[in-house]
């Protein structure tokens, strides 16, 4: 983007940058948690997702616990009627035999009273259990089948239409997730370039046109595929493990609580390996932005690196930054390897013990483990088959988890970058209450303004200087002096720390950013044009223009010529990328259209005639010479022959205003105007 272009980029809509709120707990409104907030924007999405995730996994769940009747009732040759009457009976027989043992144990006085209380949770449980059986049978009686393959077949049934189920409710909320997730990339890419736009100028050059557009695209992409994950799988796994959970708690909690003791093991680890994952991916994520710059360096510069025959160079670079890249990369996916090994590990181990402490428990009809009571009566092989089943179905999950956790990790570690630009506090800021001084002003005035950059030397001391309205104003010094920062402060691209810049005696910290810049057109000595075509070009900046304004304003910039009679498709033509095919007069002339076109009050040239050919300066000077009538000039410039175009010359050295006046006197009195000017005297072109 040129400097003219940036004078209308801080219009853009106010972001009010929310540092990250921290709490002796810990962050409260961590980058994170705000992306978030972007993503709960789609609720009634989010109420999908949410809704079809616990389908899922109910039906997850629903169709393990289909092991208990194949194992305990087709297996055995028997339909589920005959199997409910049968346990129905086998359960009141329990209940009277256990009654008839108590009573008799209850008449010995020596009868041992744990022995008779152990007898009671047995005739309790054969007494629930009967109970339960007898509330089902109705309903098995009236809708079940009364064959043992008419029961295998309602059993496969229901397998294979509760799975067609799951995938149509997994269907929505994949796609309800990618809704969400792809709404909230381009939430989050507005803000980010929003911010961008409005960020001070020299925050540019510390993090680099590269830097932006690194986090703009790679840390967004790994922030969506983070929210992506959170919503997705982060969703649904932990409900299908905690479905499972649920459904091996039903059969026996007890031995559940036992067989999960590696779980805290397994947290403590996770928590090593998401600090680990976090520090790799932003290690990553820093390398990456200097591959992108990098690139964007080797191709902005192409003509110098074939002209320098530096090839090989930039390609040593490549390789030194992609490896670097890579070494980065390989850490991080160790520590995933390790975050997947550790869950399966720990998953198999919970499987393991479950089945040994499970099958001592039948094989030997033990309802106590290591003195500990673990379930009422005795399992049957079908429970514990199902308890087994159910495990399995939770590892499942948890050894997806590990996945889903690296890369929510990665995700939250992006859009820590991604808010620090968000965050970046900006020196020019809006006024609170705006004013607007009148159209046309009468003056512009610098008042006694010093400025520093932020990072580097002071180059304004005290600057006082004054501009009526109509005049065209010339400003000449060495290398360095502050010529340029004095465009930058007119164009409030930074306010001063000293002094004030007024218009009318309005300081322009009062005014709206946009009602200053709508008032100025600059052109810099670096023309920029955009991939489109030369109509958009000079349109950019003045939307509302029609087809005639753009040739009015191309004619008086003497571009129309070279644009009807050069150019393949006349002002339709496609520039390309930086105006390739364009040499640099006409690239300048098309950049003064553009800046003809805003019909602006102050037209402002930084070295805007340096380095074009003399037919082209000559063209240009026509053009300035008819447009800055009836307007404020101000010219930066250290060209001799654009100096007769002035009617005041004003001479900065040191940050200071070391002469002014016109070329008659200056020439007398300055040493760096005679030096600049030399023997040569101006001319009008």
Known sequence: MDSQSNCDAGSSTHLTARPTAVTK???????????????????WALTGILVTSLGIALLWSANISALFPLVEVVFAGDSLPEYVDQQIVESNAAVVELQSQIDAAGADPD????????????????????????????????YCPTTPFGTLLLILGFLVGGTAIKLLALTANMMWVQYIAGRTAIDLQQIFFRKALRLDMDAFGENGSSDLTARLTNDVALVTAGVSTLLGRMIREPLKLIACLIGAACVCPRLLLLV??????????????????????????????????MLNDSFAGIRVVKASNTQAFERARLRRATYAYYRKSMKMAFYNTLARGTSELMGMTTVALAILAGGYMVLNQQTHLFGLKMSEGPLERGQMIMFFGFLIGASDPARKLADVWSGLQRGIAASIRVMEIVDMPIRVEEPTDPRSPDRPHSTIRFKEVGYQYPSGPQVLRGIEMEIAHGETVAVVGPNG????????????????????????????????????????????????????????????????????????????????????????NGYQTLLGTGGMRLSGGQMQRIALARAFLRDPEILILDEATSQIDLESEQLIHRALEKFLIGRTGLMITHRPSTLAMADRIIVVESGQVAASGVHEDLIKVNRFYQSLCGAEVPKAA
């Not at 999960?260 to 932005?289: F, G, N, T």
Request: overall charge positive; hydrophobic content about 45%.
């Open 111 to 142: 009868a041992n009273p744990l022995a008779i209380s152990a007898l009671g949770d047995q005739l309790s449980f054969h007494a629930k259990k009967a109970a339960s059986y007898q509330r089902a049978q109705p309903w098995v009686d009236a």
């Open 25 to 43: 707990d810990g962050p409260v409104n961590t980058p994170f948690t705000r992306v978030l907030k972007l993503a709960c924007r789609r609720w």
């Open 260 to 293: 999960m003791v590696v779980s805290p093991l397994l947290a403590v680890v996770m928590q090593w390996l998401s600090r680990a994952i976090r520090r790799a991916s932003r290690r990553a994520m820093e390398e990456m932005s200097q591959l992108y710059g």
């Open 481 to 568: 002096c502050g010529k340029s920062t004095l465009v930058s402060l007119l164009c409030r691209f930074d306010d001063p720390q000293q002094g004030q810049v007024l218009i009318d005696d309005v300081p322009i910290n009062e005014m709206r950013t946009r009602d200053l810049r709508r008032r100025l057109a600059l052109v810099t000595q670096r023309t920029v044009l955009f991939d489109d075509t030369i109509e958009n070009n000079i349109r950019y900046g003045s939307p509302g223009a029609d087809s005639h304004a753009v040739v009015r304003a191309a004619k008086l910039a003497f571009a129309d010529d070279f644009i009807r009679r050069k150019m393949p």
